[in-house]
């Protein structure tokens, strides 16, 4: 069955679930026309995305939320992007580098969205909000916890006009506890969920990680968390508060440094680029540069020894298996990285190329682009923004067998949408536009 039957299937069913609420009932039965429509008009082997006719009002910031309903509009799905008229989400500001007048920063993150510009402290634009929660499935918010219920938009309130909306809400620690009203920093989060405190060199200090996982974490939890609440609205006709955050979210990708605590009581350590209980499974210093070698069998370990001359290794009792190969770490690792230093890189890979023995250069972030996998599997994206000009973005990282990810939409510049969307999505006339213009409630880009 494709998913637009699916999809049909499940709003039938909720017409059934949702008949004591007139409100859900109402929003099925145009739900399921439209569908119908989609349905009616799509055949086997059409480019139809799989989150085409999903309606997303976005209300997020910096990383984590903009991050999870990019993904979503990389599925097809018609992201809604709500900014403050005049400055717009932080990260349009995080700069240099700038192209032309955009952050990069912000270009990477916000492809494949609308942007209206709408002054929440005012009622009116509150309103506005509410209006279009209605004419939404999904609404991503990333307030301080109570903020948003402070201006009328919190989950009971737009549950009330919206009662099948799928409202997920992002912050720092969680939506209650004691720590719930601080705010949530990816850095602050790192450290507090420990992820900090396990990365950095051995005898060193902790060290925050290249690039925001616990943000990018958060956003990938969002996502799915998203997709598993729309499949339950099939089953339920309702929609669901979702609470996503950072700690959380980093917590629960401590995975087995958790586990050992948990169950062994064994307080994690950095380790720099090796590992804990795998050696030799860590990075070397090369003649020209580094390398990762990850010998996580004594199979691969007994190639290891073979291809860098030092076949004696594998063959001494103390290196024979990886538990002892981790007690003996430090003379064995002083060994490996001497032979290692006596080539360049590129040779190493050549004489372990088929070898079965997992490895890699350590790239620099201009060697990444320049790797022929990378261009094939599509990760740069390139697109014209109507200020910026050419630009590129990493691309999706998962492909489908069933669809083509169509042309992007470039991120946009602030309110470039707003009189399209307010026109278009809420039928508003142009002298009701046109006054909410001249007060300030909303902001309407130039730009088309």
Same mark, same amino acid.
């Given at each position: 069955?494709?998913?637009?039957?699916?999809?049909?299937? @499940?709003?039938?069913?909720?017409?059934?679930?949702?008949?004591?609420?007139? #409100?859900?009932?109402? !929003?099925?039965?145009?739900?399921?026309?439209?569908?119908?429509?989609? *349905?009616?008009?799509?055949?086997? @082997?059409? $480019?139809?995305?799989?989150?085409?006719?999903?309606?997303?009002? &976005?209300?997020?910031?910096?990383?984590?939320?903009? *991050?999870?309903?990019?993904?979503?509009? &990389?599925?097809?799905?018609?992201?809604?992007? +709500?900014?403050?008229?005049?400055?717009?989400?932080?990260?349009?500001?995080?700069?240099?580098? *700038? +192209?032309?007048?955009?952050? /990069?920063?912000?270009?990477?993150?916000?492809? #494949?969205? !609308?942007?209206?510009?709408? $002054?929440?402290?005012?009622?009116?634009?509150?309103?506005?909000?509410?209006?279009?929660?209605?004419?939404?499935?999904?609404?991503?918010?990333?307030?301080?916890?109570?903020?948003?219920?402070?201006?009328?938009?919190?989950?009971?309130?737009?549950?009330?006009?919206?009662?099948?909306?799928?409202?997920?809400?992002?912050?720092?620690?969680?939506?209650?506890?004691?720590?719930?009203?601080?705010? @949530?920093?990816?850095?602050? /989060?790192?450290?507090?969920?420990?992820?900090?405190?396990?990365?950095?060199?051995?005898?060193?200090?902790?060290?925050?990680?290249?690039?925001?996982?616990?943000?990018?974490?958060?956003?990938?939890?969002?996502?799915?968390?998203?997709?598993? /609440?729309?499949?339950?609205?099939?089953?339920?006709?309702?929609?669901v508060h979702i609470d996503c955050n950072l700690l959380s979210s980093q917590v629960a990708c401590l995975t087995h440094i958790a586990a050992n605590y948990l169950n062994s009581g064994i307080e994690a350590k950095r380790w720099g680029t090796a590992h804990e209980s795998i050696v030799p499974y860590q990075g070397f210093k090369?003649?020209?540069?580094?390398?990762?070698?990850? /010998?996580?069998?004594?199979?691969?370990?007994?190639?290891?020894?073979?291809?860098?001359?030092?076949?004696?290794?594998s063959e001494e009792p103390k290196y024979k298996s990886n538990t002892l190969r981790v007690q003996h770490r430090q003379g064995l690792l002083h060994i490996l990285s001497q032979r290692l230093l006596e080539q360049e890189t590129e040779e190493w890979l050549r004489r372990l190329e088929g070898t079965g023995v997992p490895c890699?250069?350590?790239?620099?972030?201009?060697?990444?682009?320049?790797?022929?996998? +990378?261009?094939?599997? @599509?990760?740069?994206?390139?697109? $014209?923004?109507?200020?910026?000009?050419?630009?590129?973005?990493?691309?999706?990282? +998962?492909? *489908?067998?069933?669809?083509?990810? !169509?042309?992007?939409?470039?991120?946009?510049?602030?309110?470039?949408?707003?009189?399209?969307?307010?026109?278009?999505?809420?039928?508003?006339?142009?002298?009701?536009? $046109?006054?909410?213009?001249?007060?300030?409630?909303?902001?309407?880009?130039?730009?088309?």
């Open positions: 069955m494709s998913h637009i039957a699916t999809l049909y299937k @499940g709003c039938a069913f909720g017409l059934l679930k949702s008949s004591i609420n007139s #409100n859900v009932l109402r !929003k099925h039965q145009s739900r399921l026309v439209s569908l119908r429509k989609l *349905f009616s008009s799509t055949q086997p @082997g059409d $480019n139809v995305q799989p989150l085409e006719g999903v309606k997303v009002l &976005d209300l997020t910031r910096v990383l984590a939320g903009p *991050f999870a309903t990019m993904l979503l509009g &990389d599925l097809g799905a018609e992201i809604i992007k +709500v900014e403050r008229p005049g400055t717009g989400d932080d990260t349009r500001a995080w700069g240099p580098p *700038f +192209v032309g007048s955009e952050s /990069a920063y912000f270009l990477s993150v916000n492809r #494949n969205k !609308k942007s209206i510009a709408v $002054n929440l402290k005012d009622p009116r634009g509150a309103k506005i909000i509410l209006e279009l929660a209605g004419k939404c499935d999904v609404l991503v918010e990333n307030y301080l916890p109570g903020k948003l219920q402070q201006m009328g938009l919190g989950y009971n309130e737009v549950n009330k006009a919206a009662p099948g909306l799928v409202y997920c809400s992002i912050s720092g620690y969680g939506q209650t506890g004691p720590m719930s009203q601080r705010p @949530g920093y990816d850095s602050i /989060a790192s450290a507090a969920s420990g992820m900090m405190h396990i990365t950095g060199p051995e005898d060193g200090d902790p060290v925050r990680p290249g690039v925001a996982m616990t943000d990018l974490a958060t956003g990938l939890y969002t996502h799915g968390a998203i997709m598993a /609440a729309l499949l339950q609205r099939q089953r339920t006709g309702l929609g090369t003649k020209d540069g580094y390398l990762v070698l990850a /010998a996580g069998n004594d199979t691969q370990f007994v190639k290891v020894c073979k291809v860098l001359g030092l076949k004696h290794l890699g250069a350590i790239n620099s972030i201009r060697q990444v682009f320049s790797e022929p996998q +990378v261009a094939h599997n @599509g990760l740069i994206l390139e697109m $014209n923004h109507p200020t910026a000009g050419r630009i590129a973005v990493p691309g999706p990282a +998962v492909r *489908f067998s069933t669809f083509e990810s !169509k042309e992007p939409i470039p991120p946009p510049v602030i309110g470039q949408h707003t009189v399209q969307v307010l026109r278009d999505s809420l039928s508003y006339s142009d002298g009701v536009i $046109n006054q909410l213009l001249a007060s300030g409630t909303v902001a309407q880009n130039e730009v088309q």
